[in-house]
């Protein structure tokens, strides 16, 4: 981003005299975080302690069985032939295809070029000079929220932006930072509209309760009035959490990193003028192949929201271009690109600046990988559901209880699909035998699933957070967003499941067809 290859002074989170007993709780998670290695080495060892881990696991002979599959699932000894085999001949395809690396990258290529032509510095000051800090928070959480429309790519685009906005304001960018991903990752489930997820989700819950009953038929909207309440009443919090917690431990920032935000000249104007119209050209494209019913960016069968449709498989490089084609017309317009080996430049320059973060994706693939082979995560997750299953509860302490495991789980398996394709041949006909609709299990799974994303190493972009945060301050390590984000958590798991507790006992409407109760 604008401004980025400067190097900030390093400011770490500081400790107010008096500190209270959560202050202090924090303040040790930090310290004990940060004395962990650097990230990258940190993934080495953790890579190294799931292999030992796997032997361990394997040795004492722990099975279970697949709730989906009804096969047994037992941990996989990585000492061994087998794994030492799938450890050296896979590396490099566990780097390749380590998710948010060509994410991140391709993504980058035309955030790179709309960062150094100066459209986004351009387009930050025009926006924030003379804006409500308040307001600001506010709508840094809420845009992370609404990022998910456009899947992971908030993770990228988003968080960056809101440590930006945040040091041109002259506070603390780590809070801005801290902002947006509570945002884009805690409150992930949440949107005012459908995406992607809720068809994928919809269609896991959907083959569940056919288990219990011959035909189930659900639309991906079922859980759409409650999350559309959620996003308001999460940007809420999160602000509240932003301003009353996270900024009084960083306190005022000293730091040399602030973008300018003089006045724009006429040059500015003149580039952002230009990379309106064309940006309003490409949106306008892009409602001509997605608004017919055999639109380009539709599936086979119509839908715009599956992710066989062109419009989400291809959301990374739509982002690319979104980027890409207003920085150009940007630069020929300020005066910022003279011709086309700038543009080249700016590529080649974000791809340096992303450095960092490509070794730290070779070490954390390795690490996400060995951890998927060894079936570690699976064991958990279904131990998790059997706990839940056996402790026989009913009503709000089951929601209850089952949020809370559901987040437990999303400790160790980042993805929310993986995830429910496992509880979900558990939960969904449980909850049915006893009442309670698919809708309604599907609605609170998605509250514990949002809220610890924010606060595990295990989530595979918690290392693309890490390394915008190395950015702005070399101090910052695990512990450091660890013990930030960690109020957001606690926070939007209490919020939400007093939410979801509230629309339970008053049976409120969840969404175009969708009810809790059979």
């Known amino acids: 981003m604008a401004g980025q290859s400067e190097t900030p002074t390093p400011q770490t989170p ?41 032997w361990l696991v394997s040795a004492a002979g722990v099975t279970v069985e697949h709730p989906g599959t009804g096969e047994t699932v037992e941990a996989v000894n990585l000492i061994s032939r087998y794994g030492f085999e799938r450890i050296v001949t896979e590396a490099v395809d566990n780097f390749v295809g380590f998710a948010p690396l060509g ?29 409500p800090m308040k307001l600001l928070t506010v709508a840094v959480v809420l845009v992370g929220i609404l990022s998910s429309v456009a899947t992971d790519a908030g993770y990228v685009v988003v968080v960056p932006l809101g440590a930006i906005i945040f040091a041109a304001k002259g506070r603390h960018p780590m809070v801005g930072l801290a902002a947006a991903f509570a945002g884009v990752s805690g409150g992930f489930s949440a949107n005012l509209i459908i995406t992607s997820l809720d068809p994928l989700l919809t269609e896991l819950t959907r083959d569940a309760a056919e288990t219990w009953v011959d035909s189930y038929p659900m639309a991906p909207s079922v859980n759409l009035w409650f999350m559309m309440a959620s996003t308001i009443i999460i940007s809420a919090v999160g602000a509240i959490v932003t301003e009353k917690i996270v900024a009084p431990r960083f306190g005022e920032y000293t730091g040399d990193y602030k973008p300018e935000l003089e006045p724009l000249n006429n040059q500015e104007k003149s580039g ?77 320059e974000a791809m340096s600046d992303m450095g960092g973060y ?6 954390a693939g390795q690490f996400v990988k060995y951890f998927e082979w060894s079936q570690i995560g699976t064991i958990l997750a279904v131990a998790g559901a059997d706990f839940l299953q056996a402790i026989e509860f009913t009503g709000i302490p089951l929601l209850i209880a089952f949020v809370i495991v559901a987040g437990f789980i999303n400790l160790f398996v980042g993805s929310a699909s993986a995830k429910w394709a496992i509880m979900a041949p558990v939960f969904v006909p449980m909850f049915m035998e006893l009442g309670y609709a698919p809708e309604l299990t599907q609605m609170a799974y998605r509250v514990g699933d949002s809220v610890t994303n924010i606060i595990t190493p295990l989530m595979p972009y918690f290392a693309v957070i890490i390394a915008f945060a190395k950015r702005f301050d070399e101090k910052v390590g695990i512990g450091t967003l660890i013990s930030t984000m960690l109020p957001y958590s606690i926070v939007f798991l209490i919020t939400w499941t007093i939410m979801l507790i509230l629309w339970y006992a008053l049976n409120l409407p969840i969404g175009p067809g969708g009810q809790m109760f059979v």
């Open 103 to 131: 994410v991140v990258l391709v993504a980058m290529l035309g955030v790179g070029v709309a960062e150094k032509s100066g459209l986004i510095n351009s387009v930050l000051k025009s926006l924030i000079l003379g804006a």
């Open 272 to 348: 952002i003028k230009a990379a309106v119209i064309t940006l309003i050209i490409l949106l306008a494209l892009l409602l001509v192949m997605a608004v017919p019913a055999d639109g380009l960016l539709r599936d086979d069968e119509g839908s715009l929201t599956s992710m066989q449709a062109p419009l989400m498989g291809g959301m990374v490089p739509i982002i690319m271009v979104l980027f890409l084609l207003p920085g150009i017309a940007y630069g020929y317009a300020a005066k910022t690109v003279k011709n086309s080996t700038d543009v080249a430049k700016y590529m080649s």
């Open 14 to 54: 500081q400790t107010p005299e008096g500190s209270g007993l959560f202050e202090r709780i924090l303040n040790f998670i930090e310290r004990v975080g940060n004395k962990l290695p650097h990230p990258i080495i940190l993934f080495f060892i953790l890579a190294g302690l799931t292999i030992v881990a796997s």
């Open 358 to 363: 490509v070794a730290l994706a070779f070490a």
